[in-house]
């Protein structure tokens, strides 16, 4: 398949196995070597590339999805002979040893400074944080993106994004088109099959019924990271990407719904969703790391149906509804409905999740979630805790939802839990005695990142968090933007790169 993009500002052509991975037809195909390859997995930040000015993964990526986009590898960042200020920086500051992670801090480095010139230290551990460096001390990495900060900087060679959906850019002429030879099969995830990328769903009920069997992905961040393990290689992949009646954030009467195929970080910096559903932001603010949050998707959480998906705690609190889409029509359920254990849910043959609803304004004026992992950054999660209450002005607790995750098969909602608050004033002892029934409601299991006994005491103490929380907590109706004027946190929970 010929696969045509801009990289580095030239336009290319490459004939390539669509399902080879982004990172094998960049650096083998295309001998553009800058970018490296550390954990194949999505965890080290080695591989990072931009497309469309968004820091990704090229590991996770497939060439097909090259397709129509704007790519920038670190090559592209500097002039001949001439370091950018960025990349002095890193030599000035002695932020570079043996230059491994070097071009993958520096991309995120780039995308983050594009978005925001002048970061704070938190925020550069935090843009950085899915980026690891195993020599150089971390303080000198964020010194030297510190020291490249400021309004006035130079700005990287990035260009516009040709669209949401980059189809603009398939009608773009291609004049220069450098022709390469086929790629090369290597061991990887998906290497051969045919990638298709229908554009709205009756094109993609056309391909579902062409190719039943067919495996659909979103960001790819779960899939391409299980079919490497497993090493499978499907015979089709759907990628649901391109579809546009799955994007965007929609109000219907009471109901927001949400498309499936949002990324979490477009979702983070949706006003619609900051301003109603604040649990969900800290939820998406603590899942895996900017690129996997530029990345990933809400629908691909929901799907993956994992106890330990970061967004579904908060869903569960919420009494979201998923709405399902298939050739034969729509249906709506709860979410509880739809996810009936690890891995599982109600989807049927040829059915997808379309959207998200949630029923606002949101009664309940205390949002709050939690994550315990083994780590700050790319940390499934041991134990979290979604809370809502809705507190009177005189400080008595009038509704609660609560909802745990990683503690059972699915997410746990513990209605006696939140008989024994509602009525009550939220002090240490009420807090220890709710802490102390959640700890009988859990089911946990023992597993590589913790055992069961630690599990269930944790699920407690995540509600003893709650006596400091309520009052410090967003409410609903404030904006991201607000916040951020008060000078408040964006996440109570830091999950940056250590010091
Ligand atoms: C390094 C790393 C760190 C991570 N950290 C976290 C974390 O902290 N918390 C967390 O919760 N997750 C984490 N994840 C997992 C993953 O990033 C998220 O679950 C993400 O939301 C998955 O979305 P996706 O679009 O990439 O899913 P995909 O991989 O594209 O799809 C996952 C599954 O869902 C199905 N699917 C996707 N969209 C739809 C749809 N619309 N309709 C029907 N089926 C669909 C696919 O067929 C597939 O089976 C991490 C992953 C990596 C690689
Ligand atoms: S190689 Fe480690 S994230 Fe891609
Ligand atoms: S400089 Fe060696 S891994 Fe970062």
Avoid at 148 to 167: H, N
Avoid at 404 to 417: H, I, K, L, Q, Y
Wanted: with cysteine.
């Amino acid at each position: 398949m010929e696969i045509r993009f801009i990289l580095n500002g030239q336009p290319v052509s490459v004939d390539a196995t669509p399902a080879r991975r982004a990172i094998d037809l960049i650096r083998e195909d295309l001998g553009i070597t800058g970018t490296k390859e550390g954990c194949g997995s999505g965890e080290c930040g080695a591989c990072t590339i931009l497309v469309d000015g968004e820091n990704r993964l090229a590991c996770l990526m497939l060439a097909a999805q090259l397709e129509g986009r704007q790519v920038t590898t670190v090559e592209g960042l500097a002039e001949v002979g001439t370091l950018r200020p960025l990349q002095e920086a890193f030599v000035r500051c002695g932020a570079v040893q043996c230059g491994f992670c070097s071009p993958g801090m520096i991309l995120a480095a780039e995308a983050l400074l594009v978005r925001n010139p002048a970061p704070s230290r938190e925020e550069i551990r935090e843009g950085l944080s899915g980026n690891l460096c195993r020599c150089t001390g971390y303080g000198k990495i964020v010194d030297a993106v510190e020291t490249a900060s400021g309004p006035t900087r130079e700005r990287g060679p990035l260009q516009p994004s040709a669209g949401e959906d980059g189809e603009n850019n398939h009608a773009a002429p291609f004049p220069t088109a450098s022709r390469i030879g086929p790629s090369r099969p290597t061991p990887m995830a998906v290497p051969t099959g045919r990638v298709f990328f229908p554009r709205n769903l009756p094109e993609l009920w056309d391909r579902l019924k062409e190719e039943p069997e067919a495996l659909l992905f979103a960001g790819g961040t779960d899939l391409f990271v299980r079919l490497r393990k497993e090493r499978e290689a499907p015979p089709t992949l759907i990628g649901l990407e391109r579809i546009a009646e799955l994007q965007g954030v929609r109000r219907e009467n009471d109901r927001l719904w949400i498309g499936a195929g949002m990324s979490h970080s477009r979702l983070i910096g949706n006003p619609m969703i900051g301003r109603h559903l604040p649990v969900l932001i800290r939820a998406l603010e603590s899942l895996g790391s900017p690129p996997v949050r530029n990345m990933g998707t809400l629908g691909g959480n929901i799907c993956t149906a994992s106890p330990a998906g970061d967004t579904l705690p908060p869903l569960y609190a919420l009494d979201a509804e998923v709405e399902l889409r298939s050739a034969k029509g729509r249906r709506v359920m709860p979410i509880a409905a739809f996810i009936t254990g690890p891995g599982r849910t109600g989807l049927e043959q040829g059915e997808i999740l379309a959207a998200v609803g949630v029923q606002t304004p949101v009664a309940y004026g205390t949002h709050h979630f939690e994550k315990i992992g083994q780590r700050k950054a790319l940390a499934c999660s041991v134990a979290s805790l979604a809370a809502l209450l809705r507190i009177s002005p005189a400080g008595v607790i009038e509704a609660a939802r609560l909802a745990w995750g990683s503690v059972g098969p699915t997410v746990v909602t513990a209605p006696e839990v939140e008989a024994a608050l509602v009525g009550q004033r939220l002090t240490p002892a009420l807090l220890q005695e709710a802490a102390r029934i959640a700890r009988q409601a859990v089911s946990p299991i023992d597993d590589l990142r913790a055992t069961a006994g630690y599990r269930r005491e944790v699920s407690g103490n995540l509600l003893l968090r709650l006596a400091a929380q309520p009052l410090k907590g967003r409410r609903d109706g404030e904006s991201p933007k607000r916040r951020q004027k008060k000078g408040r946190s964006r996440r109570p929970t830091l999950r940056g790169i250590p010091e």
